[in-house]
């Protein structure tokens, strides 16, 4: 039996992805920024089993079916379909420290986790362009957390499965962190796919959002080479503000933001007002994260966990790549 382990770690986007171009190849519509998080880890274990009639799959102990299994099966058949893979089904089991499918970028992690571990277990020598590529077919944002710190994932083309992320500066280009304000443990009532899905369908701003979320790319890409936190906080609330006024104006609207999660986003401008440098950015749930400069973390995280509502604050730091032991 052939095995493969990867460790990998989610992240938050400052410039968002929202929406498809081609839903079949899972490319984004629209151009993004992220920072990959150390405190936000995935491990996973893929093991090779002759004796298997198909694939099965753990998540947290818990078997998988439907179509969360099918997910993972199709990214391992997309590299087990290589000429050079070893054969056979596999036993799939991850371990998400941190809460699932609830706003927090677990599919980042756990796409790029079983990419890595698939890689390993099918022998196939993927680079990490390969692996962030392969992982994107599995979750869009999985593509970002392939590599270390920020990185950039263009919009795709229709038509074209090769799309990696880009990385742009590793995890010392600058002492940040994001201050994760979480607001529940709880799944997300609709799943970021289904939200992206009806908001192109029938939102009226869905066009404004195309027109655009590049600019945000760029204003994120300005203030992160530059390390002003002004600029790219700035460009990351805006980007955050039109993403969400997209989905809710979607019919019925797509709206992740909980009365808390408003209660947090004053809490971080009285920050400002007070003189801390403090952005938010809210994802596919109801969780407000933070992007300070280090030193000022422990005052964002004591202001954030005095809002009535909050039930965990994390530090987060600029993470490393994908890990294979
Ligand atoms: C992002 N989100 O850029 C945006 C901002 C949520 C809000 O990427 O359909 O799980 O699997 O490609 O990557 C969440 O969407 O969606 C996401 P699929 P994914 O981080």
């Not at 920072?35 to 004796?51: N, R, Y």
């Not at 009639?53 to 997309?78: F, I, T, Y």
């Not at 990490?128 to 710190?149: D, H, K, N, P, Q």
């Amino acid at each position: 039996m052939s095995r493969g382990f990867c460790r990998a770690r989610a992240n938050i986007a400052l410039a968002k992805y929202w929406g498809k171009c081609d839903a079949a190849l899972n490319l984004p519509a629209v151009p993004s920024v992220s920072l990959t998080l150390d405190a936000l880890v995935t491990e996973t274990e893929v093991q090779i089993d002759p004796s298997l009639e198909e694939d099965q799959v753990w998540l947290n102990g818990v078997p998988q079916e439907g179509a969360g299994r099918a997910k993972v099966s199709a990214l391992l058949a997309s590299v087990r379909g290589r000429p050079e893979a070893r054969r056979g089904f596999a036993r799939v089991t991850t371990q998400n420290h941190f809460p699932s499918a609830s706003g927090l970028a677990s599919s980042a992690s756990g796409f790029a986790a079983l990419t890595g571990a698939a890689a390993r277990a099918y022998e196939v020598p993927l680079s990490l362009e390969a692996m962030s590529s392969i992982a994107r077919r599995g979750s869009a944002s999985a593509a970002r957390s392939v590599f270390e710190g920020w990185c950039a994932l263009p919009a795709g083309t229709p038509g074209d499965d090769w799309l990696p992320a880009r990385p742009l500066y590793g995890v010392d280009h600058w002492e940040v962190c994001m201050v994760l304000a979480l607001v529940t443990h709880a799944p997300k009532a609709i799943a970021s796919r289904d939200g992206m899905r009806e908001t192109a369908r029938t939102s009226p701003y869905w066009g404004a959002w195309l027109g655009c979320a590049p600019g945000y790319v760029k204003a994120v890409t300005e203030g992160v080479a530059a390390r002003d936190l002004e600029a790219t906080g700035a460009a990351m609330e805006a980007s955050t503000a039109a993403m969400h006024a997209s989905a809710w104006a979607a019919v019925p609207a797509v709206r992740y933001i909980k009365g808390v999660t408003l209660e947090l986003l004053d809490a971080v401008q009285s920050l400002r007002a007070a003189g801390v440098g403090a952005w938010a950015t809210m994802d596919a749930g109801p969780h407000v994260k933070v992007l300070c400069l280090a030193h000022d973390s422990a005052r964002v995280s004591t202001a954030l966990a005095a809002v009535p509502g909050v039930v965990e604050v994390r530090v987060a730091r600029p993470g490393r790549g994908l890990e294979f032991a």
